[in-house]
């Protein structure tokens, strides 16, 4: 977990419980940016670059889930609210490989901001 871990405590269960339409989604953990593409089509969904991710971690109920957060609007930070983005991943193995690749990606790019 990274930054404010203790966010996603909260944030995942909030999301989980809007019961939003699951999709099947490719997440790609790139060297200095996260990309979200719909499996089926190959869609772009969403970009990341680590250091608008303000922090990442697993969900403590559920080992397979994980998520991070991201500054709605980063071009007013003093302002900004955050969005959580939840996944679930298809092995507890994977889940912990995700978020100790973007935690290593977001410390590795937080001084290029």
Do not use: N
């Not at 200095?32 to 990341?48: D, I």
Request: hydrophobic residues 45%; charged residues 25%.
């Amino acid at each position: 977990l990274f930054q404010d871990e203790e966010v996603l405590a909260w944030a995942i269960p909030a999301v989980l419980e809007m019961q939003a339409a699951a999709r099947e989604v490719l997440f790609d953990v790139k060297e200095a940016e996260v990309v979200v593409q719909e499996k089926t089509s190959s869609k772009l969904l969403c970009r990341y670059p680590y250091p608008s991710i303000s922090c990442v971690g697993r969900c403590t109920d559920s080992s397979h889930l994980f998520a991070f957060c991201v500054a709605a609007s980063p071009e007013s930070p003093a302002r900004s609210t955050f969005d959580c983005l939840v996944f679930a991943s298809s092995s507890v193995q994977e889940c912990e490989e995700i978020v100790r690749r973007i935690a290593a990606g977001f410390k590795h790019t937080e001084w290029f901001v």
